[in-house]
Structure formats: structure tokens, C-alpha cells
């Protein structure tokens, strides 16, 4: 486990993060395996099924997620201010909510896929059988997706990055030779991806568990021992339930995107899930980097050093400037090649919206690299409600554009053109906030010693 109280401060994040940062792509490789295997051996109507059902998927998903966000402040104060016995009542109150809402999580799925395909996102009929049967496969896979997600980010909450990615190079690894053995060694098509990342998610799972339990003794925390402490689960659901609404609200914004992108046809589904699984990988690891800020700042906040925080956002803030220009940049030179990559039979039409996609992203993406900085510092410090506003009034407002502007000129174009708008809102209520400086005065220790509910 990493101190992240003590050291060189950029030294200090970028360590942390770089397991971060290659576990993401290992996680979007994971994600999008599933797309590119049908896309290269079944065609395009089955990468659409594929990524169509994405944005149901992370519905259910989103409240462990804000959840998540939420038990990881706790931890990393805890383990900054080294209140061990707290700590691990804070982990085991953990462990029964992932039990909880990853089994909620698997009825529900089940529940909603059909009526959420027909009736919200209008899947067109060509996909809707193999968009149904890839989701309901999927949903048996969550509740090891929470506990697999959980292990990792309590691991990560208490400075060891580098264990979680070991775990995701081995399940991405089982998950494409499955993948490919499935569909074409067995020709499954589109269920058999989904079977594919069933097996390899439940393994995944099983063994992160095991090496937990075997090799982490704060992990480790025997059934009968298993405590639910009343206080640090409210504490838990103050810092991240603002979080997951924010999770549930882009959720739910995806899927009220993904109705207009079907609405415009089979070609702009195909570009358009190309282009999400691109904009994944080059978003995703400065949500790593916020989110190395963020335990750096936790862990910093409980050990009551607050210079070590000012340094640490200013290395941040030159790291995401440079990423932001490298990132821009390759994506407006080879935005052509990076679409026919994840879609080989792609039509003419496919490559122009996709590669107009993807020019924006690589033209534009710096405001959203600026103000993940802030974020970080904000969310490290548990000033969690203001960056729930800023991401939902930014999605909000893209949302709205791109509705109107739909019906103009622009037409499908106007869904990804409207995203910096949207960003450079969010821009603004952060940078607001974060020099208002409130985050420094916040204190989410205090809170726990105020008298506790009863544990379990």
C-alpha cells in the first residue's frame, strides 16, 4: 500500500496513477471486445446490437458507481488520519452493500431489458433479438462486475493500484480468447461474446476474493464478522448518492442519446458506438488521473496536509495540459483509420460521421481535461454535490442542443458537436466552485465521531 501522505507530489500521483490509467484501457479493451470481435466476424449490425445496449447496462450499474465514490473518500481519509478500526468497519459495511446491490442490480436487468429496448430506445428490429439476448446475459455478470469493481477500488482507496491491474491484464486477457473461441470457433455471434465476458468476469471475481482474503489483511474480514455500522453507511450515501444521481442522470442522458442516434439509422449507430468506444479510451485515463488526485487528496485531508494538496493539483493541472494536446492531435490525424478499425465492413457513410465524431473530440477535448483537475481536488475533499450539478447541467445542456439541432442542417452531426458546449458549461461552474475554495474547510472525519448507529 502507497503513502500518499508523504513524498515527492507529482512523483507521488503520477505513480499512482499509471496502474490506473493502464487498467482503464485494460478496461475499455475489456469493454469493447465484445463490439470488435462481432464487428470483425458477424458485421455491422452486430457491433450496433453490442453497443446499443451499453448505455441499460451502465443505468444499472450507475448507483454502485456513485456508491463506490462515495466509500472510497471514507477509506482514503481513513487510511490518511490511520483510524484502523473504523477502516475496517468501513470495509465491511462495504462488502454487504455490494452483495445487496449487485443481486438488486441482476432482478432488475432482467426486468426492464425488453420494455427499455422497444419502448425507450427503439432499437430498430434488424438488431433487437441479439441487442436483448447479449443484455440479458450480461445482467447475470454484474454482481461479479460489483464485487470485482469493489475489491479494486478499496484497494485503490488505500494506495495500491498496482494489484487491481494484475487482476484486470489476467481477466481481459481470458475475456478475448473466450470472445474469439465463441464466436469464431462456435459461431455464437452475439451471445456468445456476452457468455464470453460472463465466464471471464466470474473468474475475474472469484480470484481478486480469494487474493484478498489470503493476501490483504485489512481485507480480510471473516463472514461472522461481517458488521454494518449505521454512521459510516449514511456517511457513505451523503458522499455518494450526489454521485450516483450523477451516474443515473448521464445514464440516462446516454440512453436518450442513443434513441436519436437510432432514429437516424443502422450506418449512424455503427459510427456513433465506434466513436463512444474511442472517446472511452481517450477520456478515461484523465478520469484515472482525477481520480489519483482525488485519493491523493483524501489521504492528504485526513493527514491534515494541505500544502501537499495545492502542490499536487498543480502538477495535475500541467499533466492534463500535455495529455490534452498528444490526445487531440491523434485523433484529428488518424480519426479515418481508428473508425475502419473498429468497424472493417464500414460503409462510406460510417467513416465520414464517425471520423466528424472524433475530429471534435480530438479539436475540443481540452476543456474537458481542464476542468477534470478541479474535480479531483473537489471530490478528493468530498465536495461531491457540486460536480453532480456541474456534469448534469453540462449533459443537460448538450442534450437539449443536440435535439434541437437535429432536425437542421447539422442533422446527426449535431450530436457529438453539441458535447464541448456542454463541457465548457461544466467548465465553469467548477472553476467557480474550486476558487471559492469551500473544499478546504470540509472535514468528513468529524462526522464520524458523532454518536453511531447501531452495527449489525
Request: net charge positive.
Amino acid at each position: 500500500m502507497t503513502d500518499l501522505t508523504q513524498g515527492k507530489e507529482g512523483k507521488q500521483i503520477i505513480k499512482f496513477a499509471i496502474p490506473m490509467i493502464l487498467g482503464n484501457l485494460l478496461q475499455q479493451v475489456y469493454n469493447m471486445t465484445d463490439g470488435v470481435v462481432v464487428g470483425h466476424y458477424v458485421g455491422q449490425d452486430a457491433f450496433g446490437a453490442v453497443g446499443t445496449a451499453f448505455p441499460i447496462m451502465f443505468l444499472l450499474i450507475a448507483f454502485m458507481i456513485g456508491l463506490a465514490a462515495g466509500i472510497s473518500i471514507i477509506v482514503s481519509q481513513l487510511v490518511g488520519a490511520k483510524r484502523a478500526d473504523e477502516l475496517r468497519r468501513a470495509i465491511s459495511t462495504t462488502y454487504w452493500v455490494t452483495v445487496v446491490f449487485g443481486l438488486i442490480a441482476l432482478v432488475v436487468g432482467l426486468l426492464i431489458a425488453e420494455p427499455m429496448l422497444r419502448y425507450v430506445l427503439a432499437v430498430p428490429d434488424v438488431v433487437f433479438a441479439d441487442t436483448l439476448a447479449y443484455l440479458r446475459i450480461m445482467f447475470f455478470a454484474m454482481p461479479f462486475m460489483f464485487i470485482f469493481n469493489t475489491y479494486s477500488g478499496l484497494m485503490r482507496a488505500m494506495g495500491d493500484s498496482h494489484t487491481p491491474l494484475y487482476f484486470l491484464i489476467f481477466s481481459t486477457v481470458l475475456n478475448i480468447a473466450l470472445d474469439i473461441w465463441f464466436v469464431a470457433g462456435f459461431g455464437l455471434g452475439v451471445p456468445g461474446v456476452a457468455w464470453a465476458t460472463f465466464l471471464a468476469t466470474g473468474v475475474a471475481a472469484v480470484a481478486v476474493t480469494v487474493y484478498a482474503y489470503l493476501k490483504v489483511p485489512a481485507l480480510r474480514i471473516a463472514p461472522r464478522d461481517m458488521a454494518f455500522d449505521g454512521t459510516l453507511f449514511r456517511q457513505m450515501l451523503r458522499l455518494g448518492v450526489p454521485s450516483a444521481l450523477q451516474q443515473a442522470f448521464m445514464s440516462a442522458g446516454m440512453i436518450a442519446v442513443q434513441r436519436l442516434v437510432n432514429s437516424f439509422g443502422i450506418e449512424t449507430m455503427s459510427a456513433f458506438n465506434a466513436g463512444g468506444r474511442i472517446e472511452q479510451v481517450v477520456t478515461m485515463p484523465i478520469m484515472n488521473i482525477q481520480m489519483a488526485l482525488s485519493t491523493f487528496v483524501a489521504q492528504n485531508i485526513g493527514a491534515n496536509k494541505m500544502d501537499r494538496i495545492e502542490r499536487g493539483f498543480r502538477v495535475t493541472q500541467k499533466i492534463m495540459v500535455g495529455t490534452s494536446i498528444v490526445c487531440g492531435a491523434i485523433l484529428v490525424v488518424g480519426a479515418r483509420l481508428f473508425i475502419r478499425a473498429f468497424v472493417p465492413t464500414a460503409t462510406p457513410l460510417v467513416l465520414s460521421l464517425g471520423a466528424s465524431y472524433l475530429i471534435m473530440m480530438g479539436s475540443m477535448v481540452w476543456i474537458f481535461y481542464i476542468q477534470s483537475a478541479m474535480q479531483g481536488v473537489l471530490r478528493g475533499a468530498g465536495d461531491v454535490m457540486i460536480c453532480t450539478v456541474s456534469t448534469m447541467v453540462s449533459f443537460g445542456v448538450r442534450l437539449v442542443l443536440a435535439y434541437l439541432l437535429a432536425g437542421t442542417a447539422l442533422a446527426q452531426h449535431a450530436i457529438w458537436w453539441t458535447m464541448p458546449v456542454g463541457w465548457l458549461v461544466g467548465l465553469i461552474i467548477i472553476g467557480t466552485r474550486y476558487k471559492q475554495g469551500h473544499w478546504r474547510t470540509m472535514r468528513i472525519l468529524s462526522r464520524l465521531d458523532e454518536p453511531k448507529g447501531e452495527a449489525a
